[in-house]
């Protein structure tokens, strides 16, 4: 229904920033809640952020709050994760997907965009 293209992963070094972007092909997205998870090698897919479509609510995972931001802009049709004071533990592939809550709604995935903190 809708393909989504993760962007912005890259190297960095523990307590920088990186500004990941999600946009989307063919349909907009902006009937739907998105979020962004992560994985990282060994370990499960986890919930990361979300944001709602009707009124913009945010919601995240505790290790990431306070620390990472989540935003929308429907007119560009774009999710983006501002991501600040990394660390080493923050290192995975990151994916964005329409989610229910915490929980993503379809088992459809893209290629995500890794990203690597060094300590």
């Known amino acids: 229904q809708v393909q989504l293209v993760e962007s912005g992963g890259g190297l960095v070094q523990a307590g920088g920033s990186l500004r990941l972007s999600c946009a989307a092909s063919g349909r907009t997205f902006s009937r739907y809640n998105m979020g962004w998870f992560r994985q990282a090698p060994g370990k499960e897919r986890e919930f990361v952020a979300a944001?709602?479509?009707?009124?913009?609510?945010?919601y995240y995972a505790d290790s990431v709050k306070g620390r990472f931001t989540i935003a929308r802009d429907n007119a560009k049709n774009t999710v983006n994760l501002e991501m600040n004071s990394l660390k080493s533990e923050d290192t995975a592939v990151y994916y964005c997907?329409?989610?229910?809550?915490?929980?993503?709604?379809?088992?459809?995935w893209g290629q995500g965009t890794q990203v690597t903190v060094s300590s």
């Open positions: 944001i709602t479509w009707i009124g913009g609510n945010t």
């Open positions: 997907a329409p989610v229910f809550g915490t929980r993503p709604v379809y088992d459809t």
